[in-house]
């Protein structure tokens, strides 16, 4: 088992070294730069010593090399665009918002996506049945922002309920309310389609019958032989779910002006800020390959048959 | 000689359905499927017709800013540069149509060669192929996305080929996976043996046998491949100012939510519909051709 987790995580720092590799590639050998000025373009050689400084003027590979080595040691770099400023420092303070957005909507959805699928497959058909496989059909087909731009209109604008934007935890905690539900609508959607189409599943099976006609209390036989049988496949679609939410959304972060990694992300690109994107590109391998190593992890404490061995 | 008539009796009269018929006749009694089908036709109706009909891109600096219903000869409005939001729509969402269906031509066009190349000659040319196809789908596709349109500009072509880009590896695992199956059926081998060119081989005795699973992929992508386009759009990255798309029209109008809730509601609520449509459809396609699917 730690043999297995330990290849694991060298498998994860080898496919670190591949990505960053691949994205150096790609960045370094894009036509354009982040220096280049359209309108009062820099002198020859003062576009040359920009590009030294941050070692733009060697080959990608070796830049890639350097940059691993910082790396390793904690140091990401400096930012193009936020001077002087370490992306470690721009991490901490953009992160954070990020991170309790995500967690406040995984921190809904997934336990009232679990509870409603597994209620709506104990009466199939039912009028619960419907409105919950509808709401989570609209949650996973209408796009986030199309959700942001319906409830905006209702709550703020026709009703004045909600504020239309911001980030303010404690003081005004009304600005939470859209984002960590338009954020959540999604998980909350495919869990309720998995673990309702779990259990009509495993209730099919002949050692559900065998439970209840010995006489076994029927929740009991949910839970005991029911809900275990389900956690296989909610582990499966929970393992990406988890670090998607983590990494910040960028459409709604731009929608209601929050100041997360997500938005953050999306703009480094466009201004081809590289040590940010590369920051960013390796925290989301990282956190993925962590969360699906979990989830391999997971499946053992699930079913005891599955071993991991590699 | 008399003709004795046929040795054999003749065959039943009662006529086979043929798979086809088959499926035609479990997606009509689909009710969703067929509900989706309309949406799709009547958006798809909306957006290529309203256009030809209206004097586009004339601009009404008279009408501007006006909510649905409020002036005569505009139903759903003018945004604030005048423009009447029934044919500004309508634009929007022949983009919408139009670049989703360009990918996925791509993605099939794409998918048949390399799935094709790949499970047919196998050896390094399918290692090749299917490590390329897994390295892929790891990489994070938004950054490409977005570097792709920066680099080499918002045009339709560019937007295609940056949404297409990230399509191909799951269609061309399923084709690979196909021909695999099929390409030692005793058929195939006698047409081989025939002396028949791999083209021919692959066009009449191949790729009909993996026609099903790959229309359910690529019916079963279209709902992705507008929320590809819509989500770049919303983000300021698709396509360039001239050409309105659903997503664009959001990303640009939520400023005036306030005042002109119309420019952003209308939009996001096509795009709806469209997703929702294009969604029940692919959906009861998937239960028509392949019913032990669901």
Known sequence: MFRYIFLRLFGLVLVLLVVSFITFAILYNVPGGPFDQWEQPLSAAALANVKAKYNLDKPFYVVWASYISHAVRGDFGTSYKAENKQILEIFQQQWGTSLQLGALALLWSVPLGVTLGVMAALRPNSATDYLVRFVAILGTTIPNFAIAVFMTFLLS?????????GWLPTKDPRTLVMPVFIFGILPFGVLVRYARNGILEVFTQDYMRTARAKGMPFVRVLFKHGLRNVLIPLITVLAPIIPNALTGSAILEKIFRINGIGRYFIDSIGQRDYPMVMALVLIVTVLWGISYLAGDVLYTVADPRVRLRR | MVDNGPIL??????????PAALAVRRFTRNRAAVLGLLMVLGLALYAFGVPLFSEYPATNLKVTSKLPF??????????IAGRDMLVYLALGMRTSIVIATLVQL????VSLVLGFIAGWFGGAVDFAISRLAEVWVALPGLLFQILFIVVFGPTVLNLVLSIALLGWPETTRIVRAR?????????????RGLGAPTFMIAVKHVIPNLLNPFVIAISLGVPSVILSESTLSFLGYGLSESQPSLGKLVGVSWQYIQAYWHMAVLPAAFLSLLMLGASFFGDGLRDALDPQSS
């Open chain 1, 157 to 165: 604008v026709a009703w004045k309920l909600l504020p239309t934007g």
């Open chain 2, 9 to 18: 009796p003749a065959a039943p009269a009662k006529a086979a359905v043929s």
């Open chain 2, 70 to 79: 409020q002036v005569d000869g505009y139903p759903l409005g003018t945004d």
């Open chain 2, 106 to 109: 791509f993605v099939i066009a």
């Open chain 2, 179 to 191: 021909v695999l199956q099929v390409r030692h059926l005793d058929y195939i081998d006698a047409a």
